[in-house]
């Protein structure tokens, strides 16, 4: 089946600081999507992005699905911004969606 | 429109013990899946179900069952709960929303089995 790797697991930044999550995968995908989980457990849609670039506040998120990769920009991150980045993926229609095992994020004031 | 609810938050059982969560949307997705998330670990996916009346296992679908008599609910059973079984319970559908297939989440059941 289809591999999915974030990058990196672990990540520590300070309050204002940018930073940029990998998510690559091993075949040609038709739906990739980005989740935070809080750290209260709470999982959030972030991105629907098959392909492109898409923007909503600080975050923003490409994919080059010719290349097979993902990222997921933070901008001048926050506290908030903390908890589990997950990427996931779908081949083809009908099939649930495969996670990668997340980037840990870390923002500290 | 609540999204994706589930019950109960908590629940604590013997070894042995049945229980049944349950799952709801208000979304009118087609699709919802049943995951659990142990200590540090990513979402594993237990079972899913297409539509009204389907359901297909998942990477770990031993020891649950699950039905989808309604669409709008989706229910996970342990017929005889085991300590392997303690975890965090996701609810999750997907449809396409706005255009998009984007999937959303419940808020979790904490499961422990003593």
């Known amino acids: 089946g289809i591999q999915v790797e974030q990058s990196p697991p672990d990540l520590i930044l300070q309050e204002g600081a940018n930073s940029t999550l990998r998510c690559n995968f091993s075949d040609s995908v038709n739906n990739l999507q980005w989740f935070h989980q809080n750290p209260w457990g709470q999982l959030i849609n972030l991105f629907y992005?098959?392909?492109g670039t898409k923007q909503n506040g600080r975050l923003s998120a490409t994919t080059v699905a010719t290349e097979r990769y993902s990222l997921l920009y933070i901008s001048s991150s926050q506290t908030t911004d903390s908890g589990v980045y997950f990427c996931a993926v779908e081949v083809t229609g009908n099939t649930p969606l495969v996670f990668g095992k997340g980037t840990r994020l870390s923002v500290i004031a | 429109n609540a999204g994706v609810t589930q019950t109960p938050k908590f629940r604590v059982l013997k070894t042995g013990q049945s229980m049944t969560l349950l799952c709801a949307q208000d979304?009118?997705?087609?699709?919802m899946y049943w995951y659990r998330q142990d200590p540090g670990m990513g979402l594993r996916l237990i079972h899913y179900?297409?539509?009204?009346?389907?359901?297909a296992k998942g990477e770990v679908p031993d020891g649950y069952n699950v039905s989808r008599l309604k669409k709008q609910n989706f229910l996970l059973g342990l017929e005889s709960a085991a300590p392997s079984q303690t975890s965090v319970y996701f609810c999750?559908?997907?449809?396409?929303?706005?255009?998009?297939?984007?999937?959303?989440f419940g808020p979790g059941t904490r499961l422990t089995v003593t």
């Open positions: 979304m009118n997705h087609e699709y």
């Open positions: 999750a559908s997907s449809g396409w929303t706005s255009g998009n297939p984007e999937q959303y």
């Open positions: 992005i098959p392909s």
């Open positions: 179900s297409v539509g009204e009346g389907t359901t």
